[in-house]
């Protein structure tokens, strides 16, 4: 039974090898931090090429030093890593975070109350954008960018077949009729059941806000007349065969954009980069438009997500250099100009005047045809309607309406029962935390 | 081995065979010529063949130098983390398995089928908690968070221990005391020996088992340099949404670690087979 | 088997001691650290939650609930229908893994294979690749854009989408065999190699044929190695996770409760309920145990040697 040495001796190469390997390890494990020196911040986001911005920071500063730590984008297990971080007591300092996700970080106890740090530069941003991280009178977040939705499409689709940008949600069907009927492979756009913050702007626009907070309790309308009003157009066109069943941002989808048979996008105004970037051979094909308007002549629009803000999470231990960070990031002419043309999204800062990015954006404007998209981004974000609130378990919501708007579409099943079943499931799911609800 | 008469018999084995072959080669050949194309390549053009630009060169460049030089990192540190962990696993689980077959002790049969039990354990329900308990000595984020845990190895104990009895006769160990050797001694020098195949197997069952584990790092490790290379290309992949670059880096990526590991995995397959007989045979 | 320790304990006992304790101790310490524990933990867990009150804006507090969370992870639908979704997926998986595994050995096996050591090598292979890489490479293989089967089966006009929600346990089941067959049937050959030639050579003296052999010498031999088989893949199958996790973005069939690994990782991570999880993960756990047990109770049954 003995082995023959070759054997053994490979066992012993292998163990040196493993040894041979684990020794550098040895060598970089975390040691103690310099005392003096520079304070050392993570910043955790997604935003791709972000670290333009961050190194634009380091730069200026001889004090404090930002690393980018590039995670998953929030609802795809990014906010997850930030609350166990931030569970266990070793978060990032800063992190990016969604206007939609601050009221569910608040409810885990994740932010840290940036007042006194922040409270002066309240001015340096629009109203309503910085409105969205104070809750009870303290500043927990600083917003960057806001999504103001509006269509990006295909002109060279729609003009061949004389059409222009659908201007009311009638028109939109109209036109959905003609593109599909030119070529059984095309369709005015992609139904992105997965796509939660694409759903909620179409319900956004359509009237009634979802969430209200009162003095002591949330009221809840997920399944209010106007959403299902949208919730049944977008069944006909589902019922007629008029929207391609297809994730938004998937490999399949890009493919579609490119050849044209999705010949349009619902997307907040960061989309513009995203398409640019991964199509760039349709350059010139592209314009922008607001969304369609259930009332012609109107201008209501509505916004992707909210937007997002960069917060200190709690358990950071340089709250005041974060904040000083993540105020500098966002709220200087220069940076905010690298962050929109970076794709971040509508910047947040008020004074909109020295963002360069959004007049001289040569590169931009050229893959639309010439067209200056940022002035009809500019209108759809002075129409976002701003008493829509974000409630705490967004992450539930996006989870359980996706699911049940994916079941009804795979079932064909009624949407607008996708609706209502997500009324009853985040009712339920609030008040099983202890969150009042008013009924 | 086959002589003429077989030939005709072999040709309805083999036509399954070379099915079978073609069924497990299709992901893998794909992802080979996948390797050398461009993003638009790689969603135009015919996956079972190369594109009229092939640019592997330009995409392993790519590869490697993509965040700082993030993926041979990832290589390292999957490296470190499974072979690592697979030594210390395969020391312990060895050491306990013969204790198991050779000493009588008591709740030695209690003992056995715990560890029988967490076999059966579903890795979610360790992985979770894991995380928290962890926390609460500060390792969550460091290397030794996903390191430690890989060290444990019940199916390890338990291979060592039905081969142990199999393999390492009591007289031997009988006669070497009575030349008064210790029972350590006896243990490093001889039963080691008689036991190496499942030693070989229980290693490389481990580092595969700790390369291929995707739950623990993903709770465990939040800096990506820490990363092995499966939570670091699911990491690119999440970033396709925004930049279609990166499925050209995750399809390179996917290709160079399954590469390498297909490599190790056949060059060792041989030891495979001996310590897997007993696991089966002797169950 | 007899063992040698009685007689040589009362010798030695405190040296034998010594190294019982040497050898077993760092193990049974890592294992206490590193299963036990954990598991512990996640039981206690389990019986608190965490309550928020009014509008949700202050810090929660943690109570002691009992087995609220067993009720409302057994009172969610979608988390009993992912119970319901494993176990049919185990209803096809293991056959199909057992089957296919084991026809793959006994044909390499069976004298007849031109070049039995590569077609060896080529089947296990995928063995070395991880579950998330195999599940992002078919997930490419799934879709039209990407798939050349996909693209070659239309241009016959056969429109398949493995994504969709009649095939998908199927596309997953795809997955799962791919990665482990090899495997497998490696487990199978090594157990077949163990059995003297000269039981084959005087069975065909005797006129027995080629699958006579297989009847009657070599699945009866094989048993055991079948069993350990099928428990792993049981175990495996129970345990589903990231092939779904993976394949979820591409597909409107597969939601964040899609099997009970998936909605405990979902409540846990997504949703922030780790006690919720914990619950739904320890009734994974208890579902893995009793149809494993379950099965080797039933195979080991007195009279149940159906061959």
């Known amino acids: 039974m003995s082995q023959p040495p070759a054997t053994r001796r490979r066992v012993f190469a292998a163990a040196a090898l493993t040894l041979a390997v684990i020794a550098p390890l040895a060598a970089c494990a975390p040691g103690g931090e310099a005392s003096d020196g520079p304070v050392e911040l993570t910043f955790q986001t997604w935003v791709p090429n972000i670290d333009k911005a961050v190194d634009a920071f380091n730069e200026e500063h001889d004090d404090i030093h930002v690393t980018v730590e590039a995670i998953a984008a929030g609802p795809d297990g990014g906010y997850a890593k930030m609350l166990s971080a931030v569970a266990a007591g070793n978060p990032a300092d800063v992190a990016h975070v969604g206007y939609d996700e601050l009221a569910t970080f608040l409810l885990n106890d994740a932010l840290t109350d940036i007042t006194e740090y922040a409270a002066d530069d309240a001015d340096k941003f629009t109203d309503w954008q910085w409105k969205t991280g104070v809750f009870n009178d303290k500043v927990y977040g600083i917003p960057q960018a806001s999504g103001p939705v509006g269509q990006f499409y295909r002109k060279d689709v729609l003009d061949s077949l004389g059409l222009s940008a659908p201007a009311t949600w009638d028109e939109y069907y109209e036109a959905a009729k003609v593109i599909h009927a030119s070529d059984p492979n095309k369709y005015i756009a992609a139904f992105a059941a997965n796509q939660a913050p694409w759903l909620m702007a179409l319900a956004q626009q359509a009237g009634q806000p979802w969430f209200e907070a009162g003095d002591d309790s949330w009221s809840v309308a997920i399944d209010n007349p106007d959403t299902l009003r949208m919730a049944e157009f977008w069944q006909k066109l589902l019922d007629e065969d008029l929207v391609k069943v297809e994730a938004d941002m998937s490999n399949e989808w890009y493919t579609d954009i490119k050849s044209g048979n999705v010949a349009s996008w619902m997307s907040g105004s960061w989309a513009a980069a995203i398409i640019s970037g991964n199509a760039p051979e349709t350059s010139g094909l592209w314009a922008a438009a607001e969304m369609p308007q259930w009332v012609a002549g109107e201008h209501v629009s509505a916004s992707w997500g909210g937007g997002a803000s960069n917060v200190v999470l709690k358990g950071s231990k340089h709250p005041k250099e974060a904040t000083e960070f993540a105020l500098w990031m966002n709220g200087t002419p220069a940076s905010a100009s690298t962050l929109t043309s970076i794709g971040a999204g509508w910047p947040a800062l008020e004074d909109k005047s020295e963002i360069t990015a959004l007049t001289d954006d040569p590169e931009t404007f050229e893959f639309f045809g010439g067209q200056n998209i940022w002035d009809t981004f500019a209108v759809a974000d002075d129409n976002v309607d701003r008493s829509w609130q974000w409630p705490p378990l967004v992450d539930t919501l996006y989870a359980t309406l996706t699911d049940n708007v994916k079941a009804a579409v795979e079932n064909k099943t009624p949407l607008t029962g996708a609706f209502e079943k997500t009324q009853d499931d985040m009712v339920k799911a609030m008040e099983d935390k202890g969150i009042a609800v008013a009924e | 081995m086959v002589n003429r008469r077989t030939w005709l018999t072999s040709i309805p084995v083999m036509a399954v065979m070379i099915a079978a072959a073609a069924y497990f080669l299709l992901p893998v050949l794909w992802v080979l010529f996948s390797a050398t194309k461009s993003p638009g390549d790689l969603f135009g053009t015919f996956g079972l063949w190369f594109s009229d630009s092939p640019q592997l060169f330009e995409n392993l460049g790519r590869l490697f130098t993509q965040d700082d030089n993030a993926y041979g990192g990832w290589l390292v540190n999957s490296l470190v983390y499974a072979g690592v962990g697979a030594l210390f696993a395969t020391l312990m689980a060895t050491g306990a398995g013969y204790a198991m077959a050779k000493y009588e002790f008591k709740g030695r049969e209690a003992l056995f089928s715990i560890v029988l039990g967490g076999v059966l354990v579903p890795a979610t329900v360790i992985a979770l908690p894991l995380y928290f308990l962890l926390n609460g000595v500060s390792l969550t984020g460091t290397y030794w968070s996903v390191l430690l845990p890989g060290m444990v190895s019940p199916f390890g104990v338990y291979l060592a221990r039905i081969y142990a009895k199999d393999s390492v006769p009591d007289e031997v160990i009988e006669a070497a005391r009575i030349d008064g050797a210790g029972d350590l001694r006896i243990f490093y020098t001889m039963a080691t020996r008689m036991m190496t195949p499942a030693i070989v197997t229980i290693f490389l069952f481990q580092f595969v088992a700790i390369w291929n584990n995707y739950l623990l790092p993903l709770v465990m490790l939040n800096d990506s340099k820490t990363f092995p290379v499966t939570l670091g290309l699911t990491l690119w992949n999440s970033q396709t949404q925004r930049d279609p670059m990166f499925y050209t880096l995750v399809v390179t990526g996917a290709a160079v670690s399954a590469i390498l590991l297909i490599i190790v995995m056949v060059s060792l397959q041989r030891f495979w087979k001996a310590g897997l007989t007993a696991g089966a045979t002797k169950g | ?307």
């Open chain 3, 1 to 307: 088997m007899t063992s040698i320790t009685r007689s040589t304990a009362r010798r030695k006992p405190l040296k034998q001691r010594l190294t019982l304790t040497v050898l077993l101790v760092p193990f049974v310490l890592f294992f206490a650290a590193f299963f036990v524990l954990p598991i512990g933990y996640a039981i206690v867990d389990s019986l608190f939650t965490v309550r928020s009150s009014g509008l949700g804006f202050g810090a929660p507090e943690k109570v002691f609930v009992f087995f609220e969370n067993y009720a409302r992870a057994l009172a969610t639908p979608s988390f009993v229908e992912s119970i319901g979704r494993v176990l049919l997926f185990a209803v096809i998986e293991v056959p199909l893994m057992v089957v296919f595994s084991l026809v793959l050995a006994l044909l390499l096996e069976s004298g007849k294979a031109h070049f039995p050591r590569v077609f060896r090598v080529i089947y296990f292979m995928p063995y070395g690749v991880p579950g998330v890489i195999a599940s992002l490479l078919w997930g490419f293989l799934y879709v039209p854009s990407t798939s050349p089967v996909l693209q070659i089966l239309s241009n016959f006009g056969l429109d398949f989408t493995p994504l969709g929600g009649d095939s998908v346990l199927f596309a997953i089941a795809n997955i799962a065999l791919w990665g482990f067959a090899g495997y497998n049937m490696l487990i199978i050959v090594a157990s077949l190699k163990s059995v003297p030639g000269e039981l084959y050579e005087a069975a065909r003296i005797d006129g027995a044929g080629e699958f006579a052999i297989i009847r009657h010498i070599k699945l009866p031999l094989l048993r055991p190695t079948v069993v350990l088989v099928t428990v792993f893949t049981i175990i495996g199958t129970l345990q589903l996770f990231v092939e779904p996790l993976v394949l979820k973005p591409l597909t409107t069939a597969i939601n964040s409760d899609f099997t009970p690994n998936l909605a405990a990782y979902n409540q846990a991570f997504a949703q922030s309920n780790p006690n919720l999880a914990a619950a739904m993960a320890v009734i994974v756990a208890l579902i893995a145990f009793v149809f494993s047990f379950g099965f080797l109770k039933l195979v080991n049954r007195k009279g149940n040697r159906a061959w």
